[in-house]
């Protein structure tokens, strides 16, 4: 079992070399993708990773990465986030809505 990355930077780079190399735009209600530049509703990308961060004594520490996949061309990228009381409200709200990839 590998193990559970411990910071931000830890899970980016765990991300990168999994194959998760881009970053995904997000604007408005929507994603988009720097490979093929399409702009799709976010509800469309899969995550099919995700790691949440907690600050020891700080909930403004908290935040969440997650490794999405691109439902046009399947390029797989990340997303990052504050999480908790320091969370954008409409942003989390799309991605408390996006599918979870199926083990």
Request: charged share 25%; with cysteine.
């Amino acid at each position: 079992m590998a193990t559970a990355p411990e910071t931000m930077t830890d899970a980016v780079t765990l991300l990168a070399a999994d194959g998760y190399r881009v970053d995904f735009g997000i604007e408005d209600t929507a994603a988009r993708c720097p490979e093929c530049h399409t702009r799709h509703d976010l509800t469309h990308s899969v995550i099919e990773r995700q790691y949440r961060f907690e600050g020891p004594s700080d909930p403004g520490d908290e935040a969440i990465v997650l490794g999405l996949r691109c439902p046009s061309c399947g390029t797989r990228g990340v997303i990052a986030s504050a999480y908790g009381p320091d969370a954008d409200p409409e942003l989390f709200a799309l991605l408390a809505r996006l599918p979870r990839a199926r083990s």
